[in-house]
């Protein structure tokens, strides 16, 4: 098991609440990602961070935002959800540097439900 | 859109039985890795092979590269039902890649008890 978590692992909330996805990595990595997934489907990359102070968006159009202040610390907010929010999030992280093999080490999820 | 194709999309076979599912992909890469997700969780590393591999051995996985054809291949011999779960393939490298893996879509096995 890879040691980065991610809070809460569900969370069903109303529309129009403000929520928070909680990432931790406790490896030293400077790479850490954001992903939405449905289930059964593939991974959509919305954001990623190369490092504190550093965030930029994914693939996937996100209403999502990031923030990156401390490097095991990589947070994801929802200022006002919508049903549409409802997915599966999972938190990845890996190495920056030469050699690297940009392998990456996923939290077990949070899954969002939204009334 | 996602570089990676998987093939099949879903695949059910019984206990030990072999279990081979195919990744293509589109532009160069410097590796390409498989991952495993079990319902509801996150992925998990299985195995990474380099673009200048052709066959890797792990276990039970077998994993062969063909850089000409630009495809992949995940064998898991002597199956079990615990490895009931989708195997996502994912590249790394490549020309404007910025360090990010790009993940195919997955396929889902059942090894049926």
């Known amino acids: 098991e890879a040691d980065i978590y991610q809070t809460p692992r569900y969370l069903v909330i109303g529309t129009g609440k403000k929520i928070t996805l909680e990432c931790s990595q406790t490896m030293g990595h400077d790479k850490m990602y954001w992903y939405q997934q449905d289930p059964g489907m593939e991974l959509h990359l919305i954001h990623y961070s190369y490092g504190v102070n550093s965030t930029e968006k994914g693939d996937l159009s996100s209403e999502s935002t990031v923030s990156r202040i401390r490097t095991e610390h990589f947070p994801l907010t929802l200022e006002s959800a919508r049903p549409s929010h409802t997915s599966q999030y999972l938190c990845?992280?890996?190495?920056?540097?030469?050699?690297?093999?940009?392998?990456?080490?996923f939290g077990p999820g949070t899954r969002l439900t939204v009334l | 859109s996602q570089q990676g194709e998987e093939d099949p999309q879903a695949l059910s076979i019984q206990e030990g039985e072999n279990a081979t599912m195919n990744c293509s992909y589109k532009t160069s890469i410097n590796n390409l890795q498989w991952y495993r997700q079990n319902s509801g969780r996150g992925l998990v590393h299985l195995i990474l092979i380099r673009s200048n591999e052709r066959e890797k051995h792990s276990g039970r996985l077998r994993v062969t590269l063909d850089t000409s054809k630009k495809s992949s291949s995940l064998l898991i011999t002597a199956s079990r039902a615990a490895d009931t779960a989708s195997y996502f393939c994912?590249?790394?490298?490549?020309?404007?890649?910025?360090?990010?893996?790009?993940f195919g879509q997955g396929t889902t096995l059942q090894v049926k008890p």
């Open positions: 990845a992280s890996s190495e920056l540097g030469l050699g690297r093999t940009d392998t990456q080490y």
């Open positions: 994912a590249t790394s490298g490549g020309s404007g890649n910025t360090g990010k893996l790009i």
